[in-house]
């Protein structure tokens, strides 16, 4: 782990417009603020960049103001350990805890995947993102991810338009994987005619269908497909809860604080026997590329936050044939290898 010594942070805001409006339950997307951190000793330097928790009213601005309070401490020199007890997890320990992580890898020269104790990264399979809207207009959508392997449908809490979403988009796309996002919009009263529309669909994965405090509604339900937890898994401190309620555990780096705790959020789920998913905010491949050393280890990934902004960083992650594909150029340290064929 990184060393303690003194280091200069820079914190930065930056506006990330959207290609075109993202719509789930309760909310319509324009563009990504995100939070950009910058740590140096003078010799080496790491970033990390957040979008925060959009439902937990995390914004720029917060997280910003959550940064510059812990800054004497952090400038004085703080290990990724240490980090946890100053910050709880959100967006702002993320931002400053992948920071802490490239300027290890690059002081180190050894890349974070290697420091983290994983096999060398290969390309990921990646779901891509449909937003909620008309059927007609998603099953457009779903064609025009000619290449992709995987798909998956936001979903709004209205049981028969999302159940006319999913089943245009799968007839759109015969041959896909196919989950659905519900972004707590459903009751569990509601759940039984959703999940059977979702099984006449071939639907692979139903993620996060009631509000976050009602987990407790699961208990003795049965469902034949795969529940995610992805709001009622902020942190480590949530996984023990899903046991018996959730088979998958979706972990975001903007929720539970960074790359040190999804990891270990990672390995805590699959003692418990649940399977394991990465998930993003939207954000530029800057976020991404911690979050897909993470996707190593995941039976699921969703890593196409930078698909939807007009324009992101350079160098970006590869999208090529439903992979993705995240070269240390990106963040970590300089590439010294290319994508495997």
């Given at each position: 782990?990184?060393?303690?010594s003194?280091?200069?942070?820079?914190?930065?805001?930056?506006?990330?417009?959207?290609?075109?409006?993202?719509r789930?339950?309760?909310?319509?997307?324009?563009?990504?603020?995100v939070?950009v951190?910058?740590l140096s000793?003078?010799?080496?330097?790491?970033r990390?960049?957040a979008?925060?928790?959009?439902?937990?009213?995390?914004n720029?601005?917060?997280?910003?103001?959550a940064i510059?309070?812990?800054?004497p401490?952090?400038?004085?020199?703080?290990?990724?350990?240490?980090?946890?007890?100053?910050?709880?997890?959100?967006g702002?320990?993320?931002?400053?805890?992948c920071?802490?992580?490239?300027?290890?890898?690059?002081?180190?020269?050894?890349?974070v995947?290697?420091?983290?104790?994983l096999?060398?990264?290969?390309?990921?399979?990646t779901?891509?993102?449909?937003g909620?809207?008309?059927?007609?207009i998603?099953?457009?959508?779903?064609r025009?991810?000619?290449?992709?392997?995987a798909?998956?449908?936001?979903l709004?809490?209205?049981?028969?338009?999302d159940?006319?979403?999913?089943?245009?988009v799968?007839?759109?796309r015969?041959?896909?994987?196919?989950?659905?996002?519900?972004?707590?919009?459903f009751?569990?009263e509601e759940?039984?005619?959703?999940?059977?529309?979702?099984?006449?669909?071939?639907?692979?994965?139903l993620?996060?269908?009631?509000p976050?405090?009602?987990e407790?509604?699961?208990?003795?339900?049965?469902?034949p497909?795969?529940?995610?937890a992805d709001?009622s898994?902020?942190s480590?401190?949530?996984?023990?809860g899903?046991?018996?309620?959730?088979?998958?555990?979706?972990?975001?780096?903007?929720?539970?604080?960074?790359?040190?705790?999804g990891?270990e959020?990672?390995?805590?789920?699959?003692?418990?026997?649940?399977?394991v998913?990465?998930?993003n905010?939207?954000?530029?491949?800057l976020?991404m590329?911690?979050a897909?050393?993470l996707?190593?280890?995941?039976?699921?990934?969703?890593l196409?936050?930078?698909?939807?902004?007009?324009?992101?960083?350079?160098?970006?992650?590869?999208?090529?044939?439903?992979?993705?594909?995240?070269?240390e150029?990106?963040?970590?340290?300089?590439?010294?290898?290319?994508?495997?064929?």
């Amino acid at each position: 782990m990184i060393r303690e010594s003194a280091l200069t942070l820079a914190v930065t805001v930056e506006a990330l417009p959207l290609a075109k409006p993202f719509r789930i339950a309760g909310h319509v997307f324009t563009q990504s603020d995100v939070v950009v951190v910058t740590l140096s000793d003078g010799t080496s330097t790491g970033r990390g960049e957040a979008s925060g928790v959009y439902y937990l009213h995390e914004n720029a601005p917060a997280m910003v103001a959550a940064i510059e309070r812990v800054r004497p401490a952090i400038e004085a020199g703080v290990t990724r350990t240490a980090l946890r007890d100053l910050l709880p997890h959100g967006g702002a320990r993320n931002a400053l805890d992948c920071a802490l992580w490239e300027l290890e890898a690059r002081r180190s020269g050894k890349p974070v995947w290697e420091l983290a104790g994983l096999e060398p990264p290969r390309p990921l399979l990646t779901t891509f993102t449909l937003g909620a809207d008309d059927p007609e207009i998603m099953a457009e959508g779903a064609r025009g991810f000619a290449r992709a392997q995987a798909l998956k449908l936001k979903l709004t809490g209205d049981l028969d338009l999302d159940i006319a979403r999913v089943h245009a988009v799968r007839a759109a796309r015969p041959e896909c994987w196919i989950g659905v996002d519900a972004n707590q919009g459903f009751s569990i009263e509601e759940l039984n005619p959703l999940v059977e529309a979702l099984v006449a669909a071939d639907v692979r994965l139903l993620e996060q269908p009631l509000p976050r405090g009602r987990e407790s509604d699961l208990d003795g339900f049965s469902c034949p497909i795969p529940v995610a937890a992805d709001e009622s898994a902020l942190s480590l401190a949530d996984i023990p809860g899903l046991v018996g309620r959730f088979d998958v555990v979706n972990i975001k780096l903007d929720k539970c604080g960074g790359l040190t705790e999804g990891l270990e959020m990672a390995h805590a789920a699959r003692q418990l026997g649940l399977q394991v998913m990465v998930g993003n905010m939207v954000g530029s491949s800057l976020a991404m590329a911690p979050a897909f050393i993470l996707g190593q280890l995941c039976d699921i990934v969703d890593l196409d936050g930078p698909i939807f902004l007009a324009e992101d960083r350079v160098p970006a992650i590869d999208y090529s044939n439903g992979l993705a594909w995240c070269d240390e150029a990106i963040w970590g340290r300089a590439a010294l290898y290319a994508m495997p064929a």
